[in-house]
């Protein structure tokens, strides 16, 4: 996964293959590698895939919030001299997607969201009150997915790390609230854009119902659902994501 890490300027991203270009946007506990499943299809099928790393925990408390990642990504394709690019978020990143979907809407050809905030914000907020006790913490990455194994030890002992910092622990508190503030059910409906809404259907973190919500106020959204699937697609079922994702982009002439 590193090989492919670039920084320049003050972008630091995944980049790999040849083709139109799908941007994937992280969520608040989402490494990189969240998305090899996906990384590894598209550009064999014709797609490049970027990943930034989102500047989640190194801008000031004060600038740390949805609209200020939404800039932050028109800046990285702007970097990248993209005209038009397809964005798709997972979480904290599909809110993120929305937001830049709604600020910046020549720019994104199509959206992808999956178990995306935006909407419902329940369980962000509160997903993080102790720190210290690693057990708590499993449990709660645990509850992620629909199969507990999911949430292998690397993925909880990053959890643990962040929630156990004090910096992120109030810059990861900052976002959610961001995130609450932020509600997108006034946007949606004048939102043009093509979206596909992937949604698992046991996800605890923004349930069905959500995803029921974004394709009844998105105009021209279609809505699939992943079944044994907890909050994070990608990562639980990537063949079936991808599938589900590539016959939807060759299906609208994406």
Not at 19 to 39: E, K, R, W
Not at 164 to 185: C, E
Request: glycine share 8%.
């Amino acid at each position: 996964m590193k090989d492919h890490l670039r920084q320049e300027g003050k972008f630091t991203y995944l980049e790999k293959g040849e083709g139109t270009p799908i941007v994937i946007l992280h969520g608040l506990m989402g490494g990189l590698s969240n998305f090899d499943g996906v990384t590894s299809y598209f550009p064999e099928n014709g797609y490049k895939v970027l990943i930034p790393e989102l500047p989640l925990y190194s801008m000031s408390l004060l600038k740390t919030s949805v609209g200020t990642f939404a800039k932050y990504l028109k800046e990285f394709i702007d970097f990248k001299g993209y005209e038009k690019v397809i964005l798709l978020g997972n979480s904290l990143g599909g809110h993120i997607a929305l937001l830049a979907t709604k600020m910046f809407p020549e720019t994104v050809e199509a959206l992808v969201i999956t178990g995306s905030s935006g909407l419902y914000e329940n369980a962000m907020g509160e997903s993080y009150p102790r720190r210290g006790d690693y057990e708590f913490i499993k449990k709660k990455a645990e509850a992620v997915f629909y199969d507990p194994k999911v949430a292998t030890k690397e993925i909880v002992d990053e959890v643990y790390e962040t929630v156990s910092d004090r910096n992120k622990l109030v810059k990861t508190l900052a976002i959610a609230k961001s995130a609450i503030r932020h509600n997108m059910a006034k946007d949606l409906p004048k939102m043009q854009t093509p979206t596909c809404v992937i949604w698992g259907k046991n996800d605890s973190v923004t349930p069905p119902e959500v995803a029921e919500d974004f394709q009844r106020l998105l105009p021209d959204a279609d809505l699939y659902w992943i079944d044994k699937c907890g909050h994070a697609a990608m990562m639980e079922h990537p063949e079936e994501f991808n599938q589900i994702l590539h016959d939807w982009l060759k299906g609208r002439d994406i």
